[in-house]
Structure formats: structure tokens, C-alpha cells
């Protein structure tokens, strides 16, 4: 997500003045570090906290409100809304899906609001990855393995060191499987209610806006030609 900080998601909430934003997915915190650079900006941060103790590393800071939890424990528990999501936790189609979901039933987005969504192209747009395999629900898990991934090719490689280690699903496409593929199925359901685009550098930025009016789609066909012009 930090890879597209400075050319698209800052450009925008400073251009649309998003004051409240939700971050899903934080890690270290480096992404919540730009958010914060923001003056305006004020955070609210869903992690596990297992890679930091960010309530300890913001505990000084009042803009920034800590949930250590999962997104799909944490969602349902939110009230009011936020101008902006930005979701970067676990890789795989039932969170994103249901993140999505929840976000939209719980009407958590302002309209004319933007969520982003990172790695929606390879090697997860088609492919699951779970860093907490048990939180899914066994029906919606594909078979995975710690074996690297290979581009173009769908069965996971025991040769190659592309991503060894993480809980890879073991074959790529198909249903119920990838960050994109969580987007696009969302995206189906509620295609008139939002605008969708793709900003494809680097492993993927999906962008998902929430309609305020009919302003709004004409409003952003000029950030559909800028994201074609964004440098690799």
C-alpha cells in the first residue's frame, strides 16, 4: 500500500479533504505512519498486532484509535463513518469479501467516499493466502501449502522462493479465490451504487468509490486516465 502513498491515495484525500479514515491491516505501521503525516487526518487502525504493539508505538498520538482484533470481529463493532478505507489485511477472498460486505450493510462509507484495496493482481488477485488459516471457515479455504509461487503457472512450486513461506493457496483462479476476485464479486452486486478501477502497477490497487451523485462519476473519469499514467 505505501508503494501507492504519495501518487494516488494522498493526492486524494487531501484533494477530497477525507478526515476519517479506517485502515484495515497495519503491521508496522509504516502506512499509518503517511496517514498521519496528514494534518487533518484522523485514524482508526484495524491489526492483530502481531508484527507491533501499535498501541504502545501511538499511544501519545490522539488522531489515531487502535482495534487490536480482526477486521471481521472489529467491522461489525463500528459506528458512525469514515471517508476512506484502506485494506491491506489478510489476502484472501472470504475477508476482503465480507470487509467489503460489511462495510457497505453497515453503511461505514460516506458517499462520495473511496476504499482502496491493495495486491489485486498477482500474486493475489487469483490466489488466497491466509496468515490466520484457522479464522476461516473450513468451507471457504482452498488447500494451501508454504511452497513459493511461480507467475503463469497455477499449482504452487516447490522451486521457487516467490513468496515460500506464506500460507499459499495451492492452486491459482477459479472461484472464491483472490483479493480480486473478492473486488470483482462485491463489485457485481453493488455496480450501480459504485465506481471501480484498477491502478495496475506494481502487484495492484483496486479503488472502489461510493457514488454521492451523478457528478461523481464524471468527477473521477479523469483519475481513470491518470492511473494508466501512474509509473512502474
Known amino acids: 500500500m505505501q ?9 486524494l484525500v487531501i484533494k477530497n479533504k477525507y478526515k476519517d479514515i479506517c485502515e ?8 499509518t505512519d503517511n496517514l498521519l503525516g496528514i494534518d487533518f487526518v484522523r485514524v482508526s487502525t484495524i491489526d492483530p498486532c502481531v508484527d507491533a504493539d501499535l498501541q504502545n508505538k501511538y499511544r501519545s498520538n490522539d488522531r489515531i484509535k487502535i482495534y487490536n482484533g480482526f477486521s471481521l470481529q472489529v467491522l461489525p463493532e463500528l459506528s458512525g463513518q469514515f471517508d476512506c478505507f484502506l485494506i491491506d489485511g489478510d489476502h484472501n477472498w472470504y475477508s476482503v469479501f465480507n470487509e467489503l460486505k460489511t462495510i457497505h450493510e453497515k453503511d461505514l462509507l460516506r458517499k462520495g467516499g473511496v476504499i482502496f484495496l491493495h495486491d489485486v493482481l498477482w500474486p493475489y488477485g487469483r490466489r488466497d493466502m491466509y496468515y490466520f488459516p484457522e479464522s476461516i471457515p473450513e468451507k471457504f479455504r482452498h488447500s494451501y501449502s508454504q511452497e513459493g509461487i511461480e507467475r503463469g503457472r497455477s499449482e504452487l512450486s516447490g522451486k521457487s522462493s516467490n513468496y515460500k513461506g506464506m500460507n499459499n493457496a495451492v ?3 477459479g472461484a472464491r479465490n483472490g483479493v480480486l476476485t473478492a473486488m470483482e464479486d462485491f463489485y457485481k ?5 459504485y465506481i471501480f478501477l484498477i491502478c495496475g502497477k506494481e502487484s495492484g490497487l483496486g479503488i472502489l468509490i461510493k457514488k454521492k451523485n451523478i457528478f461523481t462519476s464524471i468527477k473521477y473519469l479523469k483519475l481513470r486516465f491518470y492511473l494508466r499514467t501512474v509509473k512502474g
Not at 508503494?3 to 493526492?11: D, L, M
Open 3 to 11: 508503494y501507492f502513498f504519495n501518487e494516488i491515495i494522498s493526492p
Open 24 to 31: 484495515i491491516g497495519a503491521e508496522f505501521g509504516g502506512n
Open 171 to 173: 492452486f491459482e483462479g
Open 189 to 193: 452486486a453493488h455496480s450501480r451504487e
